[in-house]
């Protein structure tokens, strides 16, 4: 950059600050003065049953993460999952249920971590859908959900 490129660049940009419409939003704002808020929505090592998490599988590693639409007045299919999961109900509510009887429900802004290898199914009793994001810890290649026959 030359001497004589300074000052054009200088002049160009006060043009620019003069265009309407133009503002400057200072950095130091009060916007960017807020702290952020964190809530923990759930620190275990046990499943929502009260079971304790198996280990990682070996293997690579591969996270899913679904938001799963469940309408209102319906049942899901007995299934298992083969890998850690957990998830945040985002509206509705969701009933879980294992084949041994075991019950949880779920409203909105509920955590749940999700039983692993545990025949269960879920349940929307109510008159809206439930709206559920679910991260899943699983491997390459492994299922993260098995249809039980």
Known sequence: ???????????????????????????????????????????TSQSWNGDFLPAYPQGKPEITILRITIPAGTKLHTHSHPVINAGVLLSGQLTVVTTDGKTL????????????????????????????????????DTPITVVEP
């Open 1 to 43: 950059m030359t001497k004589k490129t300074i000052p054009v660049l200088a002049a160009l940009f006060v043009i620019f600050l003069l265009q309407p419409g133009c503002t400057m939003v200072p950095i130091s704002s009060e916007a960017n003065q807020a702290s952020p808020v964190v809530k923990q929505l759930v620190k």
């Open 105 to 140: 429900h779920l409203k909105a802004g509920d955590p749940i971590v999700e039983v692993v290898n545990t025949p269960h199914y879920g349940m929307n009793e109510g008159k809206v859908p439930a709206e559920i994001v679910v991260f899943y810890a699983g491997v390459v």
